[in-house]
C-alpha cells in the first residue's frame, strides 16, 4: 500500500476513533458491483474458463466442447483491453485450460490437453506467433490419463499443477527445469498429494509471499505452499465450506486481492461470460474463490466461504488493483494533523482504562 494511501486511511480512523471513541472496530466493509465484460458470442466463441492479466490486457481461454485428452476441436484464445474491446485471437488445438502470462518473457503461456497428452504452447503478442513444445521424461510414461492444468511464475521459476494422480505419491505440483522452454520440456517434483487434501489438482497462482496456493477442485480445498521446491518447503490444506444457510460447489480457481480496491475477473462458463466485478473496502491479501456456483471470500483460518455472487459457474479469475489516489499533500497534512489531535485525548482515556 502507498504510503499516502496509509496515511489516508489512518485519518479516516483517527477520525472515527475521535468521533466513536474507544469501542469503535477499525474496519471497513466491502462493496462489489458486477457488469459485463465480455462475451462469448461477440467472438463465436463457447465456454470461457482460464483468464489472466497482463501488458495492460486480459487474455481469456474459450474451450468450445474441445477434448482435454486428445486433438478433437479447438480453443479459442482471445486478447482483450481492459476496456473489454476485442484486441487479437488465436485458435489452438486441444484443450486450453491453463493459461497464464509470463511476466519474465511477455508470453502467454497456454497448456493444452489437462486430462491426458499435454503440449504447451507460448503466445508471443508482439509478433503474433505461437510455438508448441512437447514435455519429456517422465512425461510420456504418463501422458494416457495425466497432463498439466495450470502454471504460475514465481521470479524466474516456472511451476505447474499435474492432473489426475492415481496415488498420493504422485506429482501434484512440478517444477520445470528450464524457465525459457526447449523441446523436450522437463520438469522436476516439488509437491506429492502424501498427507494432503489435493486428489484432484486445478488451477495454480503464485501468491502476494512467494508461495503458491493449488486448487483442489474434486477435494474442495486449497493447498498453500511455502518456499516451494526449496529445504524450507511447508504444505497445508484448507478444507472449504459453505457460510450458514449457504452453498458452494466445487472449487475452481482462488487468488489473494492484494489491494483495498480493484476489479475481479471471472469467467463464467455457463453463461458464456466474463464479468468484472468492482470491490472497494477490502482488506488487502484477503483470500476469495470462484467454485462451480459462487464467487466468495474465504476465511483462511476456518475455510469457511461467504458468497458474494451465486446461481453461477464460476470458474478462471484474475484481480487487478485500483490505481491508488494521491491527496494534495497539503491537505492531507492538515487533515492527519487535525484528527490525530481530535484522537489523542480519546486514546489517552482509552489507555488510562
Not at 167 to 189: E, Q, R, S
Request: charge should be negative; aromatic fraction near 8%; charged fraction near 10%.
Amino acid at each position: 500500500m502507498a504510503i499516502t494511501k496509509l496515511g489516508s486511511q489512518l485519518a479516516r480512523n483517527l477520525s472515527l476513533i475521535a468521533v466513536f471513541g474507544c469501542g469503535y472496530n477499525i474496519a471497513t466493509a466491502a462493496s462489489f458491483t458486477s457488469t459485463v465484460f465480455a462475451t462469448g458470442s461477440a467472438v463465436n466463441a463457447t465456454q470461457p474458463d482460464s483468464i489472466t492479466i497482463g501488458n495492460g490486457s486480459l487474455w481469456a481461454e474459450y474451450s468450445n466442447g474441445a477434448s482435454s485428452t486428445n486433438y478433437t476441436g479447438t480453443s479459442t484464445i482471445v486478447q482483450y483491453s481492459l476496456a473489454g474491446a476485442v484486441q487479437n485471437t488465436y485458435s489452438i488445438p486441444g484443450s486450453v485450460d491453463g493459461l497464464k502470462y509470463n511476466p519474465n518473457t511477455g508470453q502467454v503461456w497456454a497448456l493444452q490437453n489437462q486430462d491426458a497428452n499435454s503440449r504447451l504452447s507460448l503466445i508471443n503478442p508482439a509478433t503474433g506467433t505461437v510455438t508448441t513444445y512437447n514435455y519429456g521424461d517422465p512425461y510420456p510414461s504418463i501422458s494416457g490419463s495425466r497432463g498439466f492444468d495450470d502454471v504460475a511464475f514465481i521470479g524466474s521459476n516456472v511451476y505447474l499443477s499435474v492432473t489426475n494422480p492415481n496415488a498420493a505419491t504422485d506429482p501434484v505440483i512440478v517444477k520445470l527445469n528450464n524457465a525459457t522452454p526447449t523441446t523436450p520440456v522437463t520438469f522436476t517434483t516439488v509437491l506429492t498429494g502424501t498427507g494432503l487434501l489435493a486428489t484432484d489438482p486445478d488451477s495454480l497462482k503464485s501468491t502476494p509471499t512467494g508461495g503458491l496456493i493449488l486448487t483442489g477442485e474434486g477435494d474442495g480445498a486449497l493447498t498453500f505452499v511455502t518456499n516451494p521446491g526449496m529445504a524450507t518447503q511447508t504444505a497445508t490444506s484448507l478444507k472449504l465450506s459453505a457460510a450458514p444457510g449457504a452453498t458452494i460447489g466445487s472449487p475452481d480457481d482462488a487468488l489473494f486481492a492484494t489491494a483495498d480496491s480493484g476489479t475481479f475477473y471471472i469467467a463464467d462458463t455457463a453463461t458464456n461470460t466474463i464479468y468484472a466485478i468492482a470491490a472497494s473496502g477490502l482488506t488487502p491479501n484477503s483470500l476469495f474463490v470462484s467454485t462451480a456456483t459462487a464467487f466468495g471470500s474465504v476465511d483462511q483460518t476456518t475455510g469457511v466461504v461467504t458468497p458474494i455472487i451465486t446461481g453461477r459457474s464460476l470458474h478462471g479469475m484474475e484481480f487487478v488493483p485500483s490505481a491508488a489516489a494521491v491527496p494534495e499533500p497539503s491537505t492531507f497534512g492538515i487533515s492527519l494533523a487535525g484528527v490525530a489531535l481530535g484522537a489523542v485525548a480519546v486514546l489517552r482515556k482509552c489507555i488510562a482504562r
